[in-house]
């Protein structure tokens, strides 16, 4: 009752919003207005030029976002990242800087400046759930599991119950096999998006991580419905059939699983032990060999990393 | 509680950073930086440059908690210190320094595994600083791992195989794990590439420390050899003779001693050594002169003061005596050790009866008293103690870090004072710049975290506690935003605005009659209907009755079957404790409209405070069907479900609240209780913490904390939560005396 009532109180401002104190620099608005209106007219050459020169002569910050984000539409990748570190210069503890540079990072699969931005980001602001989210993206990205799960569990602290921080710490717990960790952080991510292929799947894992065959079996075949190339169920599926001892079906799955994710040994590994059942020594050994080449690439790759977590003496 | 919508206000930004002057014949103003980049930050919000300002007024933060940082070390005031570096390393991304500072600091505070955890990822960052290498080979050192500190050490020297400082702190650590081989061929590998009387000595000292006396004593004759007057040879001999055998061997240390000084007249380090020495030989009469003239001394400290005063009172010099034991215990360290203050005050006894001052000696025997064990400790007080647990100044165990606290170790105490003091307000006008511009991007909680940063540090400052309200209020942090507007209020008498916001932070405070005091002198309560309803709950709740009924009244007459205000009658009789009459009013509301808000709710408080938890527990989700972003009602059933024994289905609960209200504390510490009692102290601690930073003033919390860190076995982080229990118990009771 008494919270349906609508206040309307209409405060006036108690002083001017913007600050007085001196005039902004006109050639820079002047070059941010043009801009303005070149995108508005659709020439955005001409916009990305202006926005270009006020960024470079005037040190504007706002323009080079601006120059940034129409790079981004135009798909102007690596312009777009030039654009941030020249932003990141003028702006080195800007959070609108600092989160455009982690996203594009991200998004450019380029781990380490993701990571290295986002641990700042997660130091400046230590009660954004977003960041740590991020971060724990990223650190899977660049296969640091265990960091990986604290940033995640910590972003899941900040802001509980987001369905993609808790498919991201699920997909992490079974990288590590913590299964039964996985097995309710993916049960409450499925709650709140139950159309989730990739939650399905994930959870799929976790119940064959666990022992429990059946409902992994039924999951994985849920996920593989809605998407047959679907590389995490196509690998549980191939696992369950292989305890099921049904070797050639679970070959066939694998087959699809390792194609689908290319980077991982996990298929190459079952592959490896049904070829194996199989009968066929030349192809198990074949996929073994994948194998070890895949984990020392994914080991190489952990090493590139900045070993921000290490402890010492290990 | 009601529910308000935000409030859309214009909060102006404190501006007026001048830049500094720049003034060939000045000193550096150790505030400049922090003045430079306040003028940088407020140019460029004129540019509407905002995110220049916000990395500007960043770079002042950091400038600003660096002094300060600084200025605290300077003072020997390192646990302010750790503070003020800690906000340093949080303001900026690339803050380095601050997490050095932070690191030595720790170190300082002998907390080794808070300077490795810090120094580990700095030289994950910097891996060829051998530097770096050296300080974490230190904490962890410290942190009583020193296996590990030589494996760092190790990787430094191979990084930098030429780099004498690694190549002497690598030896010193195998020296420390006895691995005596490896040290010993790093040191002649060391001699050789340095064949120099002062490489014997600082090997020398080295072997002294890890109580390899025959070999230091090898090391420091050596050097002698090659040089009979370098320096400090002479002075490690003498400490190494009591070091291994205690003061049988003081006759020979203070020969020592004395050649030492032969060859640097008037070496402070020696001359307090010759002194003492003196002292526990029983030379008195030879120790003064040399205890006096370390006394006199600026910088003398309790170890000066404590011996001089042994020395006067073996000379018959009681008031001499008296005096020095007084300044001991004035310079005696802030942290001291109970034995060491044990003593002092039972020494000052000794010396305060011999000059026939009774009174003051049986005060001083009864403070030494308190601690028996230390004046059973006495005799350890002798010269072998202070090298064995103190150490001297040239040979601590590891070479002493020094915290730069740069143009500010120049400053007196007092200009540091003041320093600091014009330093707190302009990080306050960036905390409070930086929180107005999170405002005006509608990140109320973020901008109320800054301001309440501003306010900590100056609350003084023109419209902060507006600022701070408006913020807080719009967070839905009513009690805050409540605190805040009432000090605006003071400064600020007539604005209408602060007084009507506090008026509805009041009511959701359920500070009602200050809610229906200030509605009530409102002008704008008579026209504004929705006022006029909240000046009536304010009424209803605040035992003003009467007042209330013919409010109420009026209204009825016009809407007698109004769902609603069933809802606010049952709330007022419960309020008045008639929960038959409150229980009959919301179930007309609800028989009038199923879904009206409110009720269910209400019945849901009525049957929790009843004990009925399975009916308390049916009505809030009944609530809650309706109305399934009814925080508070969730919030509500999770304590019953808790209460009711359901921990697993209140923290199902708990988490969706926390999901729409991040900073909530009350379910922060909720969720924190259960997750304790469930066995699961990792988690508890994460929300733990974050509701301590919520509510820093609620004992309940951190007592859970406390209890968390204690599982987790953080023992030391537990006893600074039941501390922190303690002094708000003792607030507490201050404020109620």
């Not at chain 1, 159309?195 to 959870?203: G, M, P, R, W, Y």
């Not at chain 2, 000595?201 to 025959?214: N, P, T």
Request: aromatic share 4%.
């Amino acid at each position: 009752m008494i919270g349906a009532i609508l206040l309307t109180l209409a405060l006036q401002a108690q002083a001017p919003s913007a600050p007085p104190a001196r005039a902004a620099v006109p050639d820079r608005a002047a070059l941010l207005a043009r801009a303005g209106e070149a995108v508005q007219q659709g020439n955005r050459a001409e916009a990305k030029r202006l926005l270009e020169i006020a960024g470079r002569d005037r040190q504007s910050v706002r323009a080079l976002l601006q120059l940034a984000h129409l790079q981004l539409e135009d798909r102007e990748t690596a312009a777009a990242m030039q654009t941030l570190v020249k932003a990141r210069q003028l702006a080195p503890n800007s959070e609108d800087v600092l989160s455009a540079i982690a996203e594009l990072s991200l998004a450019g699969r380029a781990a380490v400046p993701a990571i290295l931005t986002l641990e700042s980001m997660t130091r400046l602001y230590p009660d954004e759930a977003r960041y740590s989210y991020l971060l724990g993206v990223a650190l899977m990205g660049a296969g640091d599991l265990p960091a990986a799960i604290d940033a995640l569990r910590k972003a899941n602290t900040l802001q509980p119950g987001q369905r993609l921080t808790l498919l991201a710490l699920g997909l992490a717990y079974n990288n590590q096999k913590l299964f039964t960790d996985a097995y309710p952080t993916l049960r409450k991510a499925l709650d709140l998006d139950p159309d989730s292929v990739e939650t399905i799947a994930a959870l799929s894992e976790a119940e064959a991580g666990t022992g429990d065959l059946n409902a992994a079996e039924r999951d994985a075949a849920r996920a593989i419905a809605r998407a047959p190339q679907n590389a995490t169920a196509n690998l549980v599926l191939g696992m369950v059939r292989l305890a099921q001892q049904r070797y050639p079906e679970a070959r066939d799955v694998l087959l699809i699983a390792a194609q689908a994710d290319p980077a991982s040994p996990k298929p190459e590994y079952q592959l490896s032990l049904v070829y194996a059942r199989l009968g066929d020594q030349a192809s198990s050994d074949r996929h073994r060999q994948q194998y070890q080449e895949k984990l020392r690439a994914m080991e190489a790759s952990l090493a590139a990393l900045h070993p921000a977590t290490r402890t010492p003496g290990k | 509680m009601l529910r308000v919508r935000r409030l859309a206000i214009a909060l102006p930004f404190l501006l007026g950073a001048a830049a500094p002057r720049a003034s060939a014949q000045q000193p550096p103003d150790p505030l400049a930086p922090v003045t430079v980049a306040m003028a940088a930050a407020e140019r460029a919000l004129a540019d509407d440059e905002r995110q220049i300002a916000e990395s500007r007024y960043r770079d002042a933060l950091y400038a600003g908690w660096m002094v300060v940082g600084a200025t605290a070390s300077a003072d020997g005031r390192f646990k302010d210190a750790r503070d003020a570096f800690s906000h340093a390393s949080t303001a900026i991304v690339d803050s380095g320094d601050a997490l050095q500072s932070l690191a030595m600091v720790d170190l300082r505070l002998d907390d080794g595994e808070a300077a490795v955890k810090i120094l580990t990822k700095l030289v994950a960052a910097h891996p060829r600083d051998a530097a770096l290498h050296r300080l974490l080979a230190q904490a962890l050192v410290a942190a009583r791992q020193p296996e590990e500190a030589v494996q760092i050490l190790v990787e430094a020297h191979g990084t930098a195989p030429d780099d004498m400082e690694t190549a002497f702190a690598l030896a010193t650590g195998y020296l420390r794990v006895n691995k005596m081989d490896a040290a010993h061929a790093l040191f002649e590998q060391l001699a050789a590439a340095r064949p120099r009387a002062e490489t014997y000595v600082l090997i020398g000292r080295a072997y002294r420390d890890a109580g390899r006396y025959e070999e230091a004593r090898v090391a420091l004759r050596k050097a002698l050899t090659m040089n009979p007057r370098v320096r400090h040879a002479h002075y490690y001999l003498g400490t190494a003779a009591v070091m291994q055998e205690g003061v049988v061997r003081v006759e020979e240390a203070i020969g020592e001693f004395q050649k030492e000084l032969a060859i640097e007249p008037g070496d402070p380090a020696a001359s307090l050594l010759l002194g003492m020495a003196f002292v526990e030989a029983h030379r008195d009469r030879e120790a003064l002169p040399f205890l006096k003239e370390v006394a006199a001394r600026p910088g003398a400290g309790t170890r000066e003061y404590q011996y001089l005063g042994r020395c006067e009172l073996a000379l018959g010099n009681p008031q001499g005596a008296v005096d020095a034991f007084r300044k001991a215990l004035a310079t005696a360290p802030a942290v001291p050790t109970e034995s060491q203050l044990g003593n002092l005050h039972y020494q000052l006894a000794q010396a305060l009866r011999a000059a026939g001052d009774a009174d003051a000696a049986t005060s001083e025997f009864a403070i030494a008293a308190a601690s028996a064990a230390d004046r059973a400790d006495t005799r350890r007080d002798t010269l072998e103690r202070y090298l064995t647990e103190d150490g001297d100044a040239p040979g601590a165990s590891m070479p002493a870090f020094s915290l730069d606290a740069g143009a500010t170790m120049r400053l007196t105490p007092e200009e540091r004072a003041t320093l600091v003091q014009r330093v707190r307000t302009a990080l306050a006008r960036a905390y409070m710049n930086l929180g107005i511009m999170q405002a005006q991007e509608s990140q109320f909680a973020r901008a109320s975290d800054l301001l309440r940063s501003a306010a900590d540090l100056d609350p003084s400052l023109p419209r902060l506690q507006y600022s701070l309200g408006v913020a807080c209020f719009n967070a839905q942090q009513f009690g805050p935003a409540a605190a805040a507007l009432e000090r605006a209020l003071v400064d600020d008498p007539g604005n209408a605005d602060a007084r009507r916001m506090l008026a509805l932070a009041s009511l959701n405070t359920q500070a009602f009659a200050r809610a229906a005091e200030l509605l009530k002198a409102d002008p704008e309560t008579a026209r504004n209907p929705t006022l006029q309803y909240a000046y009536g709950v304010a009424l209803v709740h605040s035992g003003q009755a009467a007042q209330a009924e013919s409010l109420f009244s009026s209204l009825l007459s016009t809407h007698a079957d109004n769902p609603e205000l069933n809802v606010l009658l049952g709330e007022a009789h419960a309020e008045q404790g008639d929960f038959d009459g409150a229980v009959a009013a919301l179930q007309r509301a609800i028989t009038l409209k199923p879904d009206v808000a409110d009720a269910n709710r209400t019945l849901g408080v009525i049957y929790m405070k009843q004990g009925k938890l399975a009916d308390a527990a049916a009505s809030l989700r009944a609530e809650l069907k309706s109305h399934p972003d009814d925080v508070v009602a969730r919030y509500t059933l999770a304590t019953v479900l808790e209460m009711n024994g359901s921990q697993g289905e209140a923290i199902d609960e708990l988490s969706r609240v926390l999901q729409a209200r991040p900073a909530d504390a009350d379910a922060r510490y909720l969720m924190g209780k259960i997750l304790l009692e469930r066995g699961s102290a990792a988690d508890a601690v994460e929300h733990l913490e974050i509701a301590a930073r919520l509510a820093p003033r609620d004992a309940n919390v951190h007592y859970q904390l406390g209890q968390a860190y204690q599982k987790l076995g953080r023992g030391a982080e537990a006893k600074k939560e039941f501390d922190r229990v303690q002094e708000l118990k003792a607030e507490r009771r201050g404020g109620s005396e």
